[in-house]
């Protein structure tokens, strides 16, 4: 069995940063790509940043130059830091990982964690 724990979320004032940090436990035999979602009321979730083994990245067009994403593949640890953040990025944060395990690869969730943006 495969658990995502995610943590790092909280309130902030515009303009200020938060670091989301995501630890994958587990039979694990591999971690292909690693990325944040989210999802703010009446919205669809939608990609914030991911990064696939080599450490290519991929970012949503509202969170560049703004979010980092990085990954420690020893730790199984996905982290997002978040700069200067807006009103607009309050959302629940997910992470997702494309777990290979023992004959199969699957898609992992964490159980999300708040990002409140005050103005």
């Known amino acids: 069995q495969v658990q995502l724990v995610a943590s790092g979320g909280g309130l902030v004032q515009a303009g200020g940063s938060l670091r989301l940090s995501c630890a994958a436990s587990g039979r694990i035999f591999s971690i292909n790509t690693m990325g944040w979602y989210r999802q703010a009321p009446g919205k669809q979730r939608e990609l914030v940043a991911a990064?696939?083994?080599?450490?290519?990245?991929n970012y949503a067009d509202s969170v560049k130059g703004r979010f980092t994403i990085s990954r420690d593949n020893a730790k199984r640890t996905v982290i997002l830091q978040m700069n200067s953040l807006k009103p607009e990025d309050t959302a629940v944060y997910y992470c997702q990982m494309r777990v290979v395990t023992t004959g199969q690869i699957s898609d992992y969730w964490g159980q999300g964690t708040q990002v409140t943006v005050s103005s």
């Open positions: 990064i696939i083994s080599g450490g290519s990245t």
